[in-house]
């Protein structure tokens, strides 16, 4: 009887070692042997996308009212009429004409406009002092610009 606990034990303790050394190469291999943590090539790294949470949004909106647009008329002025956008011509004065900061014959003058001198009318017509008064504007230099009267502006093509 002996003969066969001895290989009983025998049996037990090759189960026993055969576990162990199982466990030690799972260990090794887990611990020793696996590739080392790298990092991850590039273009390697997964795209998280991420969208805002769901929002309840309402069925029935109100209708808003847009109205209709309005149709725009741009007048053409008859040749040889004053209005704006106009070119004119400095025209009759002898020795110049008074351009002003403001319609009306009390308003400061701010230059004298040569004979021949064309403006664009950008502004006007204003009535002051019985005359009619253009706000003109110099092509050339912005900085050249006033109200003046219209008996001395005669208008010409734009240049």
């Known amino acids: 009887m002996m003969g066969k606990?001895?290989?009983?034990?025998?049996?037990?303790?090759?189960?026993?070692?055969?576990?162990?050394?199982?466990?030690?190469?799972?260990f090794l291999y887990i611990f020793v042997a696996r590739p080392s943590a790298r990092a991850p090539a590039p273009g390697a790294f997964a795209a998280l996308t991420i969208t805002p949470a769901w929002t309840s949004t309402p069925s029935y909106l109100p209708p808003t009212f847009t109205p209709p647009p309005q149709p725009t008329f741009t007048s053409t002025p008859l040749p040889g009429a004053l209005a704006i956008g106009v070119y004119v011509e400095i025209n009759g004065t002898g020795v110049g004409l008074r351009v002003r900061a403001a319609p009306g014959l009390d308003a400061a003058p701010l230059f004298i406009a040569a004979d021949s001198e064309v403006f664009q009318i950008t502004d006007g017509p204003r009535q002051a002092d019985g005359y009619t008064w253009w706000h003109l504007v110099a092509p050339y230099d912005a900085t050249r610009a006033g109200w003046a009267v219209q008996d001395y502006l005669q208008p010409i093509p734009p240049p």
Not at 7 to 22: E, N, Y
Request: hydrophobic share 65%; glycine share 14%; proline share 0%.
């Open 5 to 26: 606990r001895y290989s009983l034990a025998g049996a037990v303790l090759g189960g026993v070692i055969l576990a162990v050394i199982l466990t030690a190469t799972l």
